[in-house]
């Protein structure tokens, strides 16, 4: 796990990671282009605003105009209502151009406002021409008054109608704002989804892996004979973070298979199951050339109808396995399945992550055993199976010790072999190991596990017996000597060989300061035996010196 994040490039993780960028600048844009209409909307409705109130005041700033140049003769009244002319068709021409619809109420008034400009026109000739009266009576006639009210009701209409075009614009406005709110917020949920299906996969990836890390450091330290509770340990956490009912890891040797690890919730496969279950795994694991075989009962086409009746009488919803190598000779397989409805919670991107996972404990299999090899190679002897002289020793200078410190009993046998000399001379080296392992073998019958036995010289073997006082010894000693004197070894020329043993049995005392000297007690009195004539167990007595 050198880079962590590795995966981040793969295929699937680069298409999510690509549209939640995309998403994320599509709710940039979607925001701009809502504060941009926002604007816009603001900016026109106060152009309406503007052009509406311009419209009422210039039309009567005309209308004044008008009426004070004929009643004063003031000609600036007359250049005043010029202006505000061009004005108000500047005025009515901008708001045509915001909404087209707007001429038909404009063509309503310019007919009435046409004949309204020539009788003001008129009325200034005839101010100019000093018929003021004249010009008066004009724009106080009723035909004045009725195109006034005829342009009044139009404009005002008109005005009405930019309203209305105002409004709607502000209804439209909130309408897109509302539409841009509702798509930003579907890509941010979008966003989310994505992110958190991202999250999701990532955190069910970290899970295999901090397990794969769980497994490679509980794997790579010693753990002695709890060793096999780690593996089954890390077994149960693999099982839990897929959601399985069902893991076994299998050992097959040919067409032999055993249970390694079994864990089932109560789901249960036969061993004929099993053979077929392996025989399935290897034969998928060989056409696909994959570390890793999938089975999925919603996969309604399976090609092999065969297999999918297996599994279907199993009751296997998905199944996957894998295998590794143990010894460089026997096969372990790894099978993870799920009954029922329930379905494995794993992605195709985590099948090399499982796979990790059986080739290290494989590899942890394999190098326990070559440590345990090893330790046996230093610590027991090939030949009887017992403990070799140091390791003897190191484990009797803890019970002295402990015995002295706690002031409990501790006892020492020592045996050889009576003649052993004449049995390799008189039938060969090949009988002399065969009588050795028989005698090993008659010993450790008579012992208890707590009883230690070593082989400390060719023919000498030596017990120490913890909680154990000399009567008990004793009677171990003579037990096994009536036992070993009562059978025969069949040498390797076929014949039978009489075997007998001589044991020195003593105690731990008060005034013994090293194991030594229990050790020395032992051997004086199983010299006492040899010197009585052998096949004897004998204590130790003061006198023995």
């Given at each position: 796990m050198k880079n962590r994040w590795y995966f981040l490039f793969e295929k699937r993780y680069v298409i999510s990671l690509a549209a939640i960028l995309f998403l994320?600048?599509?709710?940039?844009?979607?925001?701009?282009?809502?504060?941009?209409?926002?604007?816009?909307?603001?900016?026109?409705?106060?152009?309406m605003v503007v052009i509406s109130g311009e419209i009422k005041y210039y039309d009567e700033v005309l209308t004044m105009s008008a009426n004070m140049m004929v009643f004063t003769g003031d000609e600036k009244w007359e250049e005043r209502y010029h202006g505000t002319v061009s004005l108000l068709e500047e005025s009515i021409a901008s708001a045509v151009e915001v909404d087209s619809k707007l001429l038909l109420y404009l063509d309503r008034v310019t007919n009435a406002n046409q004949k309204l400009i020539e009788m003001e026109e008129k009325s200034f000739e005839l101010v100019h021409e000093g018929k003021q009266e004249e010009a008066i009576d004009l724009l106080l006639g009723e035909e004045y008054a009725g195109y006034k009210e005829a342009y009044s009701k139009g404009l005002n209409q008109f005005t009405a109608a930019l309203d209305i075009v105002k409004d709607n614009q502000k209804k439209m406005i909130k309408i897109k704002i509302a539409i841009l709110i509702l798509l930003g917020f579907f890509i941010v949920i979008t966003s989310m989804i994505v992110f958190l299906v991202i999250i999701n996969d990532m955190s069910g990836r970290f899970a295999i892996e901090k397990l794969i890390s769980q497994t490679s450091r509980h794997l790579s330290q010693e753990y002695g004979e709890d060793y096999e509770s780690h593996i089954n340990q890390i077994l149960e956490e693999l099982k839990n973070k897929m959601k399985a009912n069902y893991i076994v890891l299998l050992q097959c040797d040919g067409d032999e298979i055993q249970d390694i690890y079994e864990n089932h919730d109560g789901y249960s496969i036969s061993m004929k199951g099993k053979n077929k279950l392996v025989q399935i795994t290897a034969e998928q694991l060989e056409k696909s050339q994959r570390s890793v075989f999938e089975y999925n009962q919603m996969v309604k086409k399976w090609k092999d109808q065969e297999e999918k009746k297996f599994f279907e009488h199993l009751n296997i919803q998905s199944y996957i396995g894998a295998r590794g190598t143990l010894d460089n000779e026997h096969l372990v397989y790894l099978g993870v399945a799920s009954f029922d409805k329930r379905k494995l919670s794993y992605s195709q991107y985590d099948l090399p992550l499982?796979?990790?996972?059986?080739?290290?404990?494989?590899?942890?299999?394999?190098?326990?055993?070559?440590?345990?090899?090893?330790?046996?190679?230093?610590?027991?002897?090939?030949?009887?199976?017992?403990?070799?002289?140091?390791?003897?020793y190191e484990r009797m200078k803890t019970a002295f010790f402990q015995a002295k410190r706690y002031q409990t009993m501790l006892s020492v046998m020592m045996l050889d072999l009576d003649r052993f000399k004449a049995i390799n001379d008189n039938f060969g080296h090949d009988s002399g190991d065969l009588a050795l392992r028989a005698f090993a073998q008659c010993v450790k019958?008579?012992?208890?596990?707590?009883?230690v036995f070593g082989r400390i010289g060719g023919e000498e073997f030596c017990v120490f017996l913890p909680e154990s006082n000399e009567n008990d010894a004793m009677r171990v000693a003579e037990r096994i000597r009536e036992s070993l004197s009562s059978s025969d070894v069949l040498s390797s020329q076929n014949a039978f060989i009489h075997i007998t043993v001589s044991i020195g049995v003593t105690e731990l005392r008060d005034t013994d300061e090293k194991i030594e000297d229990m050790i020395k007690r032992a051997d004086r009195a199983l010299y006492r035996s040899k010197d009585c004539g052998r096949n004897k167990v004998s204590k130790f007595e003061d006198d023995m010196v």
């Open positions: 994320a600048i599509g709710v940039g844009t979607v925001t701009m282009l809502g504060l941009s209409d926002y604007q816009t909307g603001v900016a026109f409705n106060e152009d499982i796979q990790s996972i059986i080739k290290m404990i494989v590899d942890s299999v394999n190098r326990n055993n070559y440590k345990t090899h090893l330790y046996e190679l230093a610590t027991i002897d090939s030949l009887t199976t017992t403990f070799v002289r140091r390791a003897f019958k008579s012992l208890r596990e707590s009883d």
